[in-house]
T-cell receptor, first 112, second 115 residues
Framework: SQKIEQNSEALNIQEGKTATLTCNYT??????LQWYRQDPGRGPVFLLL?????KEKRKERLKVTFDTTLKQSLFHITASQPADSATYLC???????????FGSGTRLSIRP | DADVTQTPRNRITKTGKRIMLECSQT?????MYWYRQDPGLGLRLIYY???????NKGEISDGYSVSRQAQAKFSLSLESAIPNQTALYFC??????????????FGPGTRLTVL
């Protein structure tokens, strides 16, 4: 069955640096790979997605890349700020009508 | 007002009790979902419903049942709660018809503790 793997170790970086989070999947490539942000005690919030035929997608300080050969998506936050501290989840969607499989998330901490 | 609401927000119960978690949405979405979240395991799908007459089991449906009372309401029941059902439960909605990529809109969650 499809597995979505994210680094379970927390990522701690200095404010102003670029944070890079990794999402790997094991089997078939998704039609869409989504990224969500989750703050403690709250539900996840959708950030952006990348389609299977796209290499890169940007939204303000966020950038997502997708490599179907490596079966991997990278999520970057440039010029990171303490307010970016949260858990980030990636989610695999097989096709437009299918349900979504979530990774376990990576906790990001940005220190001032 | 929040688009997706869940009640209760916190619940402590005892083993063997029947518990119902409720979800309501004002987004007008047809699709609704119940997930549970455990540390290190991420979000796992319990049940989902693509419309009022459609109910589907997810990855971990054993020990749970659901009811889709209306387009806006989707309830999750634990018929006889057990301690390993202690978790954070999220309801979500989506409307892929508009965007095709099935973005999920989550409620605030219900923290359930089974003693």
């Amino acid at each position: 069955s499809q597995k979505i793997e994210q680094n379970s170790e927390a990522l701690n970086i200095q404010e102003g640096k670029t944070a890079t989070l990794t999402c790997n999947y094991t089997n078939y490539s998704p039609a869409y790979l989504q990224w969500y942000r989750q703050d403690p005690g709250r539900g996840p919030v959708f950030l952006l997605l990348i389609r299977e035929n796209e290499k890169e997608k940007r939204k303000e300080r966020l950038k997502v890349t997708f490599d179907t050969t490596l079966k991997q998506s990278l999520f970057h936050i440039t010029a990171s700020q303490p307010a970016d501290s949260a858990t980030y989840l990636c989610a695999h969607q097989e096709h437009s009508a299918s349900k979504i499989i979530f990774g376990s998330g990576t906790r990001l901490s940005i220190r001032p | 007002d929040a688009d997706v609401t869940q009640t209760p927000r916190n619940r402590i119960t005892k083993t063997g009790k029947r518990i119902m978690l409720e979800c309501s949405q004002t987004k007008g979405h047809d699709r609704m979902y119940w997930y549970r979240q455990d540390p290190g395991l991420g979000l796992r799908l319990i049940y989902y419903s693509f419309d009022v007459k459609d109910i589907n089991k997810g990855e971990i449906s054993d020990g749970y049942s659901v009811s889709r009372q209306a387009q806006a309401k989707f309830s999750l029941s634990l018929e006889s709660a057990i301690p390993n059902q202690t978790a954070l439960y999220f309801c979500a909605t989506s409307d892929p018809g508009q965007a095709s990529y099935n973005e999920q809109f989550f409620g605030p969650g219900t923290r359930l503790t089974v003693l």
